[in-house]
């Protein structure tokens, strides 16, 4: 065989080895990542596994939640991850507590399996919650997302939870870095969005333009009870290539760099130090660590991207640096 189809045939192999353990090393990524996750969920009664886990329908009108009007946030049971704002309330008599909208981003919509309802879902956890209807015109919004009181825990208005903390990363396209993040326990939610720049309410053309100075963002809501900003940061730096200079893999744009925007001192320390350590281990780092501005949520259809679509990331993936 004459070499040069050697040893085209050699660059073949090596290039489908590569994709392979790349594929391979994500995989094993997300399965343990979603047993570690599992075990970080709250503890349900058998009453709460059977709605929220195996899809059953508690009793109508014996819910905490169906005549309750308290202003507050409803978040849930499973994971703690905010649902719907109490101002999207209303009494439609049908048993079971209505919502005509959800926290951007929160809730999931799938076919149900009997072919003619659509089922909610947490969008974190998947947590069953119930069924989502629309025409009825209960509303001036024309929707009712019907939820079983049970899958819901409410906190009230002007309450926090001193446990839940916001991280901020830049890492190329917020898909596949909000993709990797939302599979980490204690991980309530994940936005895609924009921040780090000069225009306010930026759109997604505005940004991809290269003239509004904005980083395409994510913005992380987590558990402190649950995991660290170290950890996230940590792995922010392992699901990309920080040493990239304005682009990520084939994606290329200043909306495309590597940065951390802080919200405190502890955060910009903690990023700081591990820029220090990666660095004495040879990698030049371009990741900057800048304090926080306004963070402007992204359209609608950058939100959950993968999950929607099924795909996995073209430009993210796994790489341990720790």
């Not at 905010?82 to 048993?95: A, M």
């Not at 898909?175 to 599979?183: D, R, S």
Request: glycine share 8%.
């Amino acid at each position: 065989m004459p070499k040069k189809q050697i040893n085209r045939n050699n660059l073949i192999l090596f290039i489908m080895i590569a994709v392979s353990t790349a594929l391979i090393s994500n995989l094993i990524f997300s399965i343990a990542k979603s047993e570690e996750i599992d075990m970080n969920y709250n503890r349900l009664t058998p009453e709460e596994e059977q709605v929220i886990i195996h899809k059953g329908t508690e009793r109508p009108f014996s819910g905490k939640f169906n005549s309750f009007d308290e202003k507050g946030t409803y978040t849930c049971k499973r994971c703690n991850a905010p649902l719907y704002k109490s101002d999207f309330k209303f009494d439609s008599q049908c048993g079971w507590p209505s919502f005509d909208d959800e926290i951007p981003g929160a809730v999931l919509h799938r076919p149900d399996p009997d072919g003619l309802r659509t089922e909610i879902l947490c969008n974190n956890c998947g947590a069953h919650l119930g069924h989502v209807f629309t025409g009825e015109g209960l509303t001036d919004k024309n929707v009712r997302h019907c939820v079983n009181s049970i899958s819901l825990n409410f906190i009230p208005a002007g309450e926090t939870d001193k446990n839940i903390d916001t991280a901020y990363f830049a890492g190329g396209c917020f898909w596949g870095v909000e993709h990797f993040l939302q599979k980490e326990q204690g991980v309530l939610s994940v936005k895609s969005g924009y921040m780090g720049g000069a225009v306010k309410k930026p759109t997604y053309k505005e940004v991809c333009s290269g003239t509004t100075g904005h980083a395409e963002v994510v913005e992380v809501r987590f558990d402190k009870s649950k995991n660290s900003y170290e950890k996230l940061a940590r792995l922010f730096f392992e699901i990309h290539d920080p040493t990239q200079i304005n682009r990520q893999g084939p994606d290329i744009g200043y909306q495309y760099r590597s940065e951390i925007f802080y919200l405190n001192d502890d955060q910009r320390q903690i990023a700081e130090q591990l820029i220090k350590v990666l660095s004495e281990k040879g990698l030049n780092i371009a990741t900057r660590v800048t304090r926080a501005d306004t963070f402007w949520e992204a359209e609608n259809y950058h939100q959950d991207y993968y999950n929607k679509t099924g795909g996995e990331p073209y430009c993210h993936g796994y790489t341990k640096r720790f």
